[in-house]
């Protein structure tokens, strides 16, 4: 009896263990599901997280990403979508993101990089790489138990250099360097949305509103290709 007994206390301390060191980010959703009254997603970024370019606005990806969380069981979730027209990451640093995110306190951040518009707006690399850095290092400093998947924004129509010389996919490779050196997990929309629509034998412009903005197919797309990565993507330690 003492011998069963013993063995079933490890076996249940090693269950609690791995489930409070869950290996994927949906399992870890989950888990915290079961222990916590609201699970906090919180998702910060451009337009295009808004979901500009949906007939309506819950046709977005977040909303999107929501509905999918609760086709696999985790209802009780509070979605903080903290997106805004034009923004980069200094905008969203001037407009006081970090402060909110604090006061909310998300079980984790999907920050989407925003260079559409570090792009649209001509911005030089060095500060487009700076305030990246700077928005990453303010959340891993000020949320330090949140989990954070970082992603680049959608694919766009434009192949043209911007007036200072730098194409679209300048700002989305040299961003994916620096987060990828600096450990983050990160997820690259605008290539995965890209293999998508090349296997489907499909076209960009039937997944944009515009140049720039995904449809409502774009947008349910860009939820089940983070949907995918957060069923098979696993957790990074934290390096910072």
Request: charged share 25%.
């Amino acid at each position: 009896m003492k011998d069963f007994f013993n063995h079933e206390y490890v076996r249940a301390n090693q269950v609690e263990k791995k489930r409070h060191h869950s290996n994927y980010y949906l399992e870890y959703l989950f888990d915290l599901s079961q222990r916590k009254d609201k699970v906090v997603i919180a998702v910060i970024g451009s337009s295009v997280t808004k979901g500009s370019g949906a007939s309506i606005l819950e046709n977005n990806w977040p909303t999107q990403l929501l509905y999918a969380l609760h086709r696999e069981g985790i209802r009780n979730i509070k979605l903080i979508n903290l997106g805004f027209s034009r923004f980069k990451a200094q905008d969203l640093l001037a407009k006081g993101v970090i402060t909110e995110l604090s006061k909310q306190q998300p079980d984790l951040i999907i920050f989407e990089t925003s260079v559409i518009n570090n792009y649209r707006q001509a911005t030089t690399m060095e500060h487009t790489i700076k305030y990246i850095d700077i928005l990453l290092n303010k959340i891993t400093k000020e949320l330090p138990d949140a989990k954070l998947i970082v992603i680049s924004p959608n694919p766009i129509l434009s192949m043209k250099k911007n007036k200072i010389g730098f194409y679209y996919q300048d700002y989305l490779e040299q961003s994916e360097k620096y987060v990828r050196e600096k450990g983050y997990d990160y997820l690259n929309i605008y290539e995965r949305m890209n293999e998508y629509i090349d296997n489907e034998n499909g076209s960009l412009t039937e997944y944009l509103a515009d140049e720039i903005h995904p449809n409502d197919r774009g947008y349910k797309l860009w939820s089940k290709l983070l949907m995918d990565y957060m069923k098979n993507g696993k957790i990074s330690e934290n390096i910072w």
